[in-house]
């Protein structure tokens, strides 16, 4: 018999007290594991989760919880080989696992880089500017981000049990979130395997992460309000767990991405020929046989114009007859097995209702060629092509084979295009093909509503396209309607969905404190030492430095104007400049504004200010003209050490007025500091 999956919980792996139910090998039906929850305590595990995992996530800053993310990356990537030898035993190749084993530890990666670069090392996300609540600008709102305090039960498919797992472990941890991670019982070997070497880093806080394998009953009845679902299956199943009793009366945040009946059009201007009409043809294969069709993102529905049918199918025909069905760890296959046995039935009881609509114009599920496998033991199917010229049919639209399954729809005109995609009343992701910006402008425009992803794939973006069916961690991975009306990933968005969106009111000073962030208002710190001369470690916000005011000449403008190139009328020509609304007269450049405010607050010396890096938020409020006298006051706004560097980011808030206190320009100043005196 083979060994007992084991559970993650309470700081210690659980062994249920059963022998389980048996998990098969996906190719030769051999035993591979044995799956069962009985016994275990799941108030406990939630228990455990929110009062260990939770504070000690919400202990590090967003950086340090990047930087582990990084190094549970990297220690994985070492150990890729060992994944890829036990996914064959899921039916996946290795091209598969470039999707769903490097996929996933890439996910991490991607979470750890937009971690450091894009939230702040703290533990609150400012969301925004302040809003102000008043007119003299004493009381004033800002809305922050902070971490939930319950857990996020993290409900898994079988078609991805390592990308799966670690697109959602990934925001969660981010945010601050500890995660309770349930595979699917099918492929959970995989996952178990993954997960141990995990805890075996030595790298997560203790209760941030938690695995249970097997059943899940009972889990959602002890979710509490600060608790999170995020699940991954069939559009049944999420509609079940969403209306529980809990998550109902809880308010449990609850996101689905369950099923979907993707599209891909064909534009009439890709016609034979044309690069567009060969990566259409391309594009549908790879999509019905990456992971043999187990992808939600997984074109079903290929819609082509009437006049173009014959020829994509031939065309499809062609590219399908080169693939190898077969034991993915064989040589020249290229398609593996589906999951398991059950998960092949599905698939040809879905196709028994597609062919009622449809016929088969390539594949016999009765009669394929295996390679160095046994069909009678292994879940194989052949990429299986349908036709359906009737276009009330409903299958095509209603059915989701989840396997190597795709049908080809005709359509007549663009609009008629839309409204068949719009019939798969929800979807992931949809592609149109096309060279015609036209053409993608109105499929996009009337298609977006219904899709969560919408890929335009031309001949210019083919060569580094990642394809219709691979969700980015940087973009959106969800969908409306039947897709579940959930969002994940979709890079800092996904962390935010993890958090809790405050509106916090007070004085500029009180913000200022909640927020890490100084506020146009509260108190300005004068010392006698330039903030240029303080590091990281010294610098405090509210640290000012006030300077001027200098007088701005004509000739000064018209120096600028030479040296720069810059000769706009509104500086150079006082006739032009005199009827233009804004001006009423010559004006100094915008820039050369920045460059003396400049040169009024720099110290020139070397010291703790090592580069500055960027201008934000320039606005230019009130002309400077000639005669005016400009002064500046810079205050340290924010300040963000960067986790691993020696160096931290500085955000100045600048202010230029003229001599009658007049607000002539603002902006927010970058610099990088040095974090100690002697790194400078």
């Not at 996929?103 to 703290?122: M, V």
């Not at 729809?409 to 719009?422: G, K, N």
């Not at 592609?431 to 001949?459: F, K, M, N, Q, Y």
Request: aromatic share 6%; hydrophobic share 45%.
């Amino acid at each position: 018999m083979a060994a007992l999956l084991e559970s993650y919980v309470n700081g210690g792996w659980f062994a249920a007290a059963d022998e389980g139910a048996p998990l098969a090998d996906a190719v030769t039906g051999e035993e591979v594991a044995r799956i069962s929850s009985a016994g275990l305590d799941v108030p406990a595990m939630l228990h455990y989760g929110r009062s260990v995992g939770g504070p000690a996530l919400r202990d590090l800053t967003f950086h340090e919880r990047a930087v582990i993310l990084k190094e549970l990356a990297t220690k994985l990537t070492a150990d890729k080989e060992e994944f890829y030898a036990l996914s064959t035993r899921t039916g996946a190749t290795q091209g598969d696992n470039a999707f769903d084993i490097d996929g996933g530890l890439g996910t991490l990666f991607s979470y750890s880089s937009k971690g450091r670069r894009e939230l702040p090392n703290d533990t609150i996300v400012l969301d925004g500017q302040p809003e102000p609540a008043g007119r003299g600008g004493t009381f004033l709102g800002q809305h922050v981000y902070t971490s939930r305090l319950g857990v996020v039960v993290q409900i898994n498919a079988f078609n991805f049990p390592v990308w799966g797992m670690l697109e959602k472990l990934a925001p969660a941890f981010l945010a601050g979130v500890p995660s309770v991670v349930k595979p699917a019982s099918q492929t959970a070997y995989l996952t178990e395997l993954v997960f141990r070497r995990m805890i075996a880093s030595g790298l997560l806080p203790a209760g941030s992460v938690q695995l249970l394998c097997g059943s899940a009953a009972g889990v959602l009845d002890h979710l509490g309000s600060q608790d999170l679902v995020f699940f991954t299956g069939s559009a049944a199943t999420a509609q079940k767990l969403r209306s529980h009793p809990v998550v109902q009366t809880e308010a449990v945040r609850f996101n689905a991405e369950a099923d979907s009946l993707n599209c891909s059009i064909l534009g009439p201007d890709a016609v034979a020929g044309t690069p567009e009409f060969d990566l259409f043809v391309k594009q549908l294969v790879t999509e019905m046989t990456v992971k043999a069709g187990q992808k939600c993102t997984a074109i079903r529905r290929a819609l082509v114009p009437a006049a173009a049918v014959a020829e994509v199918i031939e065309a499809t025909r062609e590219r399908l007859a080169k693939v190898v069905v077969g034991n993915p760890a064989a040589d020249g296959v290229t398609m593996g097995a589906l999951a398991s046995l059950g998960q092949r039935d599905e698939v040809l009881r879905s196709l028994t209702a597609l062919t009622d609509a449809g016929r088969l114009v390539y594949g016999d599920p009765d009669d394929f060629a295996i390679e160095d496998a046994d069909a009678e033991r292994g879940a194989f199917l052949p990429p299986l092509l349908l036709v359906c010229d009737d276009l009330s049919a409903a299958a095509p639209h209603d059915v989701e084979a989840f396997g190597p399954v795709s049908t080809v729809l005709p359509y007549d005109s663009i609009a008629d295009a839309v409204v068949l995609a719009a019939r798969g009343r929800g979807s992931l992701v949809g592609s149109v093909v096309t060279h015609d910006p036209e053409v993608a402008r109105e499929i996009v425009l009337g298609a977006a509503p219904w899709h969560g992803r919408i890929l335009v794939l031309d001949r210019d973006c083919a060569k580094e396209s990642t394809g219709h069916g691979s969700p980015l961690p940087n973009l959106v991975h969800g969908g409306p309607g039947r897709a579940g009306g959930g969002e994940e990933l979709g890079g800092i968005r996904g962390v935010l969905h993890h958090m809790q969106r405050t509106a916090v009111q007070g004085s500029p000073a009180m913000l200022t404190a909640v927020g890490g962030r100084w506020v146009t208002g509260a108190q300005r710190r004068h010392d006698g030492v330039h903030p240029f001369r303080k590091c990281l470690a010294e610098l405090r916000i509210g640290d000012t430095i006030q300077a001027g005011p200098r007088e701005v000449t004509l000739a000064d403008i018209e120096h600028f104007a030479e040296f720069t190139g810059d000769t706009f009328y509104a500086h150079m020509d006082e006739e032009a400049a005199a009827a233009n609304p804004f001006f009423g007269g010559r004006v100094a450049h915008g820039y050369y504004i920045v460059s003396l405010a400049a040169g009024l607050f720099v110290d020139p010396d070397p010291g703790p200010v090592l580069a500055n890096y960027g201008v934000d938020s320039l606005r230019f409020l009130t002309p400077a003209k000639p005669g005016d006298a400009l002064s500046v006051v810079l205050t340290a706004k924010q300040i963000t050490p960067r986790a691993g560097a020696e160096y931290g980011e500085v955000r100045w808030d600048a202010v230029v007025t003229n001599q009658d206190d007049a607000v002539v320009a603002t902006y927010d100043v970058l610099t990088l500091v040095a974090k100690t005196a002697h790194q400078t």
